[in-house]
Nanobody
């Protein structure tokens, strides 16, 4: 079993940056693919980024490609989302996700989810 706690959200101006973190409590963190999703008010949850267990495969939504970077530090049981050149449309609650395959993470059916962290971007 894996428990995920995501954090790092807050306020930023358009063009600014934030870094989100997600810490896992399990001892098998390195076995899991990880990802980030977001949900804006009045919109459905959408995929943002994912990374395989060894970092060899990385996927991004087209809306964030070139601006966001996903990375992981297995020694710290942590996955990060570095967000740069933020736009007001990036405003959402961001959730980290984990599962044994990157396919199930990207598809949104990952078995484990964080509680969410709010990101607000002003223009």
């Amino acid at each position: 079993q894996v428990q995920l706690v995501d954090s790092g959200g807050g306020w930023a101006q358009a063009g600014g940056s934030l870094r989100l973190s997600c810490v896992a409590s399990g001892r098998t963190f390195g076995d899991y693919a990880l990802g980030w999703f977001r949900q804006a008010p009045g919109k459905e949850r959408e995929f943002v980024a994912a990374i395989s267990w060894n970092g060899g495969k990385i996927y991004y939504a087209e809306s964030v490609k070139g601006r966001f970077t996903i990375s992981r530090d297995n020694a710290k049981n942590t996955v990060y989302l570095q967000m740069q050149r933020l736009k007001p449309e990036d405003t959402a609650v961001y959730y980290c996700a984990a599962d044994l395959t990157v396919r199930t993470v990207v598809s949104g059916i990952g078995a484990y989810w964080g509680q969410g962290t709010q990101v607000t971007v002003s223009s």
